[in-house]
């Protein structure tokens, strides 16, 4: 992922979070809310929204990299 100067809110990634909400796996969806409910750090915020930025344009392949990489974010 390309580096942002930009800090995200919690809010930024709850936004994107539900714009990208119908391209990804329901069960990462549910997640990733119980996860954007608890205090994260501004890095781990960072992360999430560029993660979640433009998955509907993604291909199959990035999609599948990034579903990963998201559910490092939830815990067990």
Do not use: W
Not at 31 to 52: A, I, R, S, V
């Amino acid at each position: 992922m390309a580096e942002c100067k930009l800090d995200h809110s919690q809010e930024d990634v709850q936004k994107k979070l539900a714009e990208q909400s119908s391209f990804l796996p329901n069960a990462l969806v549910e997640g990733l809310k119980d996860t954007l409910n608890t205090q994260l750090t501004q890095e781990k915020l960072n992360e999430l929204f560029h993660l979640l930025k433009k998955y509907d344009l993604a291909a199959p392949e990035e999609r599948a990299n990034r579903d990963e990489q998201l559910r490092q974010f939830i815990p067990r």
